[in-house]
C-alpha cells in the first residue's frame, strides 16, 4: 500500500519562501510529482523527481530523498497567486498507479 | 484544443438515478484514471485503464462502473446515486512505461445529489 503526509494548512507573506514536506511509505516507486491546485480547479502539474536531489523550475524547486521517504517543494519570491493546494503524488511501478497526499493548503498574506 | 475533456461541468440529480460522466483524451495516453475529490478536498484514485483494460480499482462500490471503448475514452457510470456521492470527479490521462511521465487532468465534474 501507500501512505503520502503533508501539512494540512501553511502560512506566508507575500515576498518570503516557503517549504512544504511530504513524507511517503510505498510499495513501489516509479517517480514523485508535485501538483498545485487552485480552489475550484483541476491539479496542475509542477515538478517532478524521480532521482534523488533538488530540480529546480523558476520560483519553484523540489527536492527528493528516496531513502528516507521525503519530498519538499520550495517556493521563492511568494505571490498572492501562489495561494493553492499543494499536492504530493507518489506513481508506483510503470507509472499506473498515481496516489495523492492530502494536500497542503497555503495561504499567501499581503 | 481541450488535452482531457470531461462532460458534463456540473450534475445536479436525485437520490436514486444513474448518471453517467464522460472523459475523452488526444494526447495519445495509454492509461486513463478516475478520482474522486471530497468536501474535505482528499483526491482518491478510484479507476485506472492502460489501453482499455482494467489495472486499479480502489475500494469503490459496484454502483460505480468505468466503460472504456477505445484508449482514448474513459467514462464513469454511476447507478442508484446516493448522497455521499457528492463530490467533484477527475479524469486524467499518462503515458506509462520506463520513463514515467505526468498526469493531465479534466476541468472536472461537480455532482450533488439531492
Known amino acids: 500500500g501507500q501512505n503520502i503526509d503533508q501539512p494540512t494548512e501553511m502560512t506566508a507573506t507575500e515576498g518570503a519562501i516557503v517549504q512544504i514536506n511530504c513524507t511517503y511509505q510505498t510499495s513501489g516507486f516509479n517517480g514523485l510529482f508535485w501538483y498545485q491546485q487552485h480552489a475550484g480547479e483541476a491539479p496542475t502539474f509542477l515538478s517532478y523527481?524521480?532521482?534523488?536531489g533538488l530540480e529546480e523550475k523558476g520560483r519553484f524547486s523540489s527536492f527528493l530523498s528516496r531513502s528516507k521517504g521525503y519530498s519538499y517543494l520550495l517556493l521563492k519570491e511568494l505571490q498572492m497567486k501562489d495561494s493553492a493546494s499543494y499536492l504530493c503524488?507518489?506513481?508506483?511501478?510503470?507509472?499506473?498507479?498515481?496516489?495523492f497526499g492530502p494536500g497542503t493548503r497555503l495561504s499567501v498574506l499581503p | 484544443d481541450t488535452a482531457v475533456s470531461q462532460t458534463p461541468k456540473y450534475l445536479v440529480t436525485q437520490m436514486g438515478n444513474d448518471k453517467s460522466i464522460k472523459c475523452e483524451q488526444n494526447l495519445g495516453h495509454d492509461t486513463m484514471y478516475w478520482y474522486k475529490q471530497d468536501s474535505k478536498k482528499f483526491l482518491k484514485i478510484m479507476f485506472s485503464y492502460n489501453n482499455k483494460e482494467l489495472i486499479i480499482n480502489e475500494t469503490v462500490p459496484n454502483r460505480f462502473s468505468p466503460k472504456s471503448p477505445d484508449k482514448a475514452h474513459l467514462n464513469l457510470h454511476i447507478n442508484s446515486l446516493e448522497l455521499g456521492d457528492s463530490a467533484v470527479y477527475f479524469c486524467?490521462?499518462?503515458?506509462?512505461?520506463?520513463?514515467?511521465?505526468?498526469?493531465?487532468f479534466g476541468s472536472g465534474t461537480q455532482l450533488s445529489v439531492l
Open positions: 503524488a507518489v506513481s508506483g511501478l510503470y507509472g499506473q498507479n498515481f496516489v
Open positions: 486524467a490521462s499518462s503515458s506509462t512505461g520506463p520513463t514515467n511521465e505526468k498526469l493531465f
Open positions: 523527481n524521480v532521482l534523488d
